[in-house]
C-alpha cells in the first residue's frame, strides 16, 4: 500500500523567495505531523493537524512558517521570506487518530532536502 | 520541560550485541519509541514501549526502560551489517496529541 509521499524531494531555492512544501499522508489517517530536521537542532517538531485543524502549532520557529491541511489529507507547508537557517530536511507523518491514548504509530515520509542559498 | 538525550556514536562488530542508550526528562512521556533512520531515508518504527512497562522484546529488539531514573535502551542481538544506521529515541505525552519528541539521535556502526 502507499505510504507517505512529500514533494519535491529536493528544492533549491535563493534566500527571500517563497517555497511550498506538500504532503500526502496515508489514506485514512486524520493527524498529520511536519518536522524539521537540521544538523544544528536535531529532529523537531514544527505543527500537527487532526483533521483540517492544526490544534498545536507551538513548534513552528516564526511567523514566516505556515501550514494548511485540507479535506483532511494533503497538508502544504509553507516558508516565506526563506533564509538560510531554514536550509534542513522537512519530514511529513501522518497517523491513524493522534490521540495519544494509545501507540498511535507515525509512519514518516522521506522527506524534503530544503536548500536555501 | 521535555529534553532527550543520547549518546553520538557506537561502534560494534558483527555478531556482538550493541546496547544504545537514551535519557529523558519528561516524567508525564506515555510512551516510548525506537525509530531507525538509513543514509537518505525517512525514520522507521522498530518499536516502542508504554511506560508502565518495564522491558519489551521483539525478535532481536529489546527495549528496557527505568522509569525511575528516566533511562530507556535498545538492545539489538546479533548485530548485522544493515543495522549500520541512526537510532533515535523519542517520547510522546498523553494529551499532546502524540506529537514526538526525539533524541540526539545515535550512530551505530557495524564493522566486520
Redesign the interface.
Known sequence: GAGVSQSPSNKVTEKGKDVELRCDPISGHTALYWYRQSLGQGLEFLIYFQGNSAPDKSGLPSDRFSAERTGGSVSTLTIQRTQQEDSAVYLCASSLDGTGDRADTQYFGPGTRLTVL | GEDVEQSLFLSVREGDSSVINCTYTDSSS??LYW?KQEPG?????LT?I?SNMDMKQDQRLTVLLNKKDKHLSLRIADTQTGDSAIY?C?E??????????????TQLKVEL
Open positions: 506515555t510512551y525509530y531515508a525517512g525514520l522507521q518504527l516502542y508504554f533515535f523519542a510522546s505525552i498523553t494529551g499532546g496529541g502524540n506529537k514526538l519528541t526525539f533524541g540526539t539521535g
